[in-house]
C-alpha cells in the first residue's frame, strides 16, 4: 500500500487493548498491515490528524466492540467518520452489550460477528476482502459530505 498507510484500523476501547494488540497480531500475521493506535501514531504529530488519516485510508475498520467501546466518546468519532468515508466496517463482540443509541445509528447496515472460532472465520474474510479491495479512490479528500 502506498505512503505507508495501513490496510486494516482497528478500533478498541483502551481496556480491551491486550484483545486488540493479540487480534491486530493474528492480522498482521496473515500479511495485512493495521493500524494499531498509539503504536502507529508518529511522533510529534496531531493524535486525532493520525487517527483520521489512518481510517481515511484504510480498506476496512474492524470495531472490537466491548462495554468500554460502546460507551467511548472516541471510538465512536471513529466509527462515525469510517461511515462518513464508506470504509467497511466489521463489529467483532467481544462482549454481549446492547449497542448505545448513537452506535446503533451507525452501525445498524454493517456486519457483526461474535468473537470465537465463527466469528474468528468470519473476521479473517472480512480482512482477506478488504485487502483485495482497489484502495478508495476519495481517501483523505478534505471535502466530506454528510450522506451516510
Known amino acids: ?9 482497528i478500533s478498541f ?5 491486550d484483545v486488540a494488540r493479540e487480534i ?20 510529534g504529530r496531531e493524535y486525532a490528524r493520525e487517527l483520521v488519516d489512518g481510517i481515511d ?6 470495531l472490537l466492540m ?5 460507551e467511548s466518546p472516541h471510538v465512536l ?8 468515508k464508506k470504509v467497511p466496517i466489521l463489529m ?12 446503533e445509528y451507525f452501525l445498524m447496515t454493517h456486519q457483526w460477528v ?9 473476521l479473517m474474510s472480512f480482512v482477506e476482502e478488504c485487502k483485495r479491495a482497489p484502495h478508495r479512490e476519495d481517501a483523505g479528500k478534505e471535502n466530506d459530505t454528510d450522506d451516510f
Do not use: W
Not at 13 to 17: G, N, P, V
Open 24 to 43: 491486530c497480531s493474528r492480522i498482521e500475521k496473515r500479511g495485512t498491515s493495521c493500524f494499531f493506535a498509539p503504536r502507529d501514531i508518529h511522533a
Open 66 to 70: 466491548s462495554k468500554g467501546a460502546n
Open 1 to 9: 500500500m502506498s505512503s505507508g498507510y495501513k490496510e486494516i484500523f
Open 114 to 122: 461474535n468473537a470465537g472460532a465463527e466469528g474468528e472465520k468470519a
Open 13 to 17: 476501547a483502551i481496556e480491551k487493548e
Open 77 to 84: 468519532r471513529e466509527v462515525e467518520r469510517a461511515v462518513r
Open 92 to 103: 467483532y463482540r467481544l462482549e454481549d452489550v446492547t449497542l448505545s443509541k448513537s452506535m
Open 57 to 62: 485510508h484504510a480498506k476496512g475498520l474492524v
